[in-house]
């Protein structure tokens, strides 16, 4: 058989290099020997380039043989006449048959290399010779729960968890006509501090490839950010739309853009934020291992792309900007704090005897604290499911951890105390929030209907879980508690005191309030502004400018913007 010609090998080379750039443009794999994606993308790589040369070999190999008869011309001596004779030939298989073995050995030998090396790296990385190291990727400090956790205003409270900011993101978007049927809302709803308040925001996405083909020159023209403490959610308009997002397709797609930006950095989950200007961002957190080869996952960094212009910086952990909230995943925050505590005295401790063993409670909640996103979940004993031995607090932008030795009820046991406080109602509880109400560790629950709607409140204390106040607005659910643990006449710092007032109403407006519709009042003569619910007193609806009106009203040791009412009557 003739050697393959040199178009037919750069045919070969060719097809393999378009397969092999479709295959990482699909998968976006790092160019580096640490991600198992790129092992996995080499293995693949080898495959193509060894089918593709197969069939050109087997392609060429069919061609040549043609046919299997020779014809030869004789001219007999004495005649001079001329003769044909024909006699059959053998194929020859034995030359392809060595052209192929050769790519082939040296293609699956390879591929065997790289398996080898993958079960190495995994094998070297296993926790029965890393206990320590796993234990010590996140490092625990002893924290005073009074101290490092102060006591916030009760307008202060986030009342909105995911599920009910999906709720109000979609009925937003719904009001808007001209967007809802050519956008969706991305399911991101990251948990954000803006300018010193809780957020949850989301960017808008593509509804389907046509409505992206009709779109995609303007870019996304909002993102939808939900206060967690007033429920009010808004479209907030871009002067120039968002090119980048995981709805684009082609380079524009944020996942394809920053892997051809950096090619070898590793990363997984890209989340939304916005900047203390309200300019909005994608944020990569970037990867490193520091157990064996790929296993101890931990973040090393971040890539900041501006999800208008594409610009795109990469930062050190410890020179991330100040105003990126969620660095660190909470599900990798989840399985360090499970690491730490399954190998507090190493791996067959953790097995056999389990002292000191602790792990994680199922859930985990936010806590806006000094302008940071923290992560709050329970620690319990790996025998013990009904009670917590304290809790942990994750600063998800630094990673600093603190341990707070509170014995008292899980989550579940909290929130199914609450729910019996109401079971007549068959209201159904959300995951707690952790505050401090008088210097004791309590959690805070709402309480929604069967449409996902918040009806009611729930403070339940951490350490006597059958303590539940409940009531239709925050500050009625606190004051029960209050009452309940005994501390409703009791002075202590950041107690409120009940005042009187009476005088004429200059101007009344209302608003929507944790599901409660809230009438905001002043006086004539002044300019504090007074809030009453509407649970309050049923004539409130139809309070207007020059009423006489008396009530009684709280005001903290440090005097909120709003003061609120706790009884009110219409003279």
Same mark, same amino acid.
Request: hydrophobic share 40%; charged share 20%.
């Given at each position: 058989m003739k050697k393959r010609s040199f178009f037919s090998v750069f045919g070969g080379i060719l097809v393999s290099a378009v397969i092999i750039f479709l295959?990482? /443009?699909?998968?976006?794999?790092? @160019?580096?020997?640490?991600?198992?994606?790129?092992?996995?993308?080499l293995i693949l790589s080898t495959l193509i380039i060894l089918t593709v040369n197969f069939i050109t070999y087997m392609k060429e190999f069919l061609s040549g043989l043609g046919s299997r008869t020779n014809v030869r011309v004789r001219q007999n001596p004495l005649t001079g006449q001329i003769q044909f004779e024909t006699e059959e030939r053998e194929p020859d298989e034995v030359t392809p048959r060595r052209s192929l073995a050769?790519?082939?050995? @040296?293609?699956?030998?390879?591929i065997g290399i790289l398996i080898v090396l993958m079960v190495i790296a995994t094998a070297i990385g296993i926790p029965f010779f890393n206990a320590t190291r796993y234990r010590d990727l996140i490092q625990m400090e002893t924290g005073d729960f009074s101290a490092d956790v102060a006591e916030i205003s009760m307008n202060q409270i986030p009342v909105v968890d995911k599920d009910t900011a999906t709720r109000l993101g979609s009925r937003k978007l719904g009001e808007m006509t001209e967007l809802v049927s050519q956008f969706e809302i991305e399911n991101n709803y990251t948990q954000i501090n803006y300018n010193g308040v809780p957020f949850r925001v989301t960017p808008l996405s593509y509804a389907d490839p046509i409505k992206w083909l009709y779109n995609q020159k303007k870019g996304l023209p909002a993102y939808i950010t939900v206060n967690m403490v007033t429920q009010q959610t808004d479209l907030v308009w871009l002067e120039n739309g968002m090119k980048y997002s995981p709805s684009e397709y082609?380079?524009?797609?944020?996942?394809?853009?920053?892997?051809?930006? /950096?090619?070898?950095?590793?990363?997984?989950?890209?989340?939304f934020e916005i900047d203390d200007e309200g300019t909005p961002y994608w944020v990569a957190p970037t990867i490193q291992y520091r157990i064996g080869w790929w296993n101890g996952k931990d973040i090393d960094g971040a890539?900041?792309?501006n999800a208008v212009t594409g610009e795109?910086?990469? /930062?050190?952990?410890?020179?991330?900007?100040?105003?990126?909230?969620?660095? /660190?995943?909470?599900?990798?925050i989840i399985s360090q704090l499970d690491d730490n505590g399954l190998f507090q005295n190493g791996y067959i401790n953790s097995i056999f005897g389990q002292k000191n063993v602790r792990?994680?409670?199922?859930?985990?909640?936010?806590?806006?604290?000094?302008?940071?996103?923290?992560?709050?979940?329970g620690m319990s004993s790996v025998t013990g499911d009904q009670s917590n031995i304290g809790f942990v607090l994750v600063n998800l932008r630094t990673k600093a951890t603190k341990f707070y030795a509170v014995p008292g009820a899980t989550e579940a046991s909290a929130m199914a105390s609450a729910q019996g406080q109401v079971q007549h109602l068959k209201y159904s509880a959300t995951f707690p929030l952790l505050l401090n109400v008088s210097d004791r560790p309590t959690y805070f629950i709402s309480l929604k209907d069967d449409a996902g709607l918040v009806k009611m409140y729930a403070f339940v204390d951490v350490e006597q879980y059958q303590i539940v106040g409940t009531g239709q607005t925050i500050d009625e659910a606190r004051k029960n508690y209050r009452t309940a643990l005994n501390l409703e006449d009791v002075e202590t710092g950041g107690s409120m005191d009940a005042l009187e007032k009476a005088g004429t109403v200059d101007a009344v407006a209302s608003v929507v309030v944790s599901g409660n519709t809230c009438y905001y009042f002043t006086l004539t003569g002044s300019d504090t502004v007074y809030a009453a619910m509407v649970t309050l007193n049923e004539n409130l609806p139809f309070l207007e400018s020059g009423d006489r009106i008396s009530f009684t009203y709280t005001e903290d040791e440090k005097p909120a913007a709003v003061a609120e009412i706790t009884e009110i009557k219409k003279q």
């Open positions: 295959l990482y /443009y699909t998968m976006l794999p790092a @160019i580096n020997l640490k991600s198992q994606d790129f092992i996995i993308f050769r790519p082939l050995k @040296i293609g699956f030998g390879f082609f380079f524009r797609n944020i996942y394809r853009h920053i892997r051809f930006l /950096y090619p070898t950095k590793m990363f997984e989950e890209v989340s890539i900041l792309v795109a910086n990469y /930062y050190e952990k410890d020179q991330v900007p100040q105003w990126i909230d969620q660095l /660190y995943d909470s599900d990798l792990r994680t409670t199922y859930g985990y909640n936010y806590l806006a604290l000094d302008d940071d996103v923290y992560l709050y979940t």
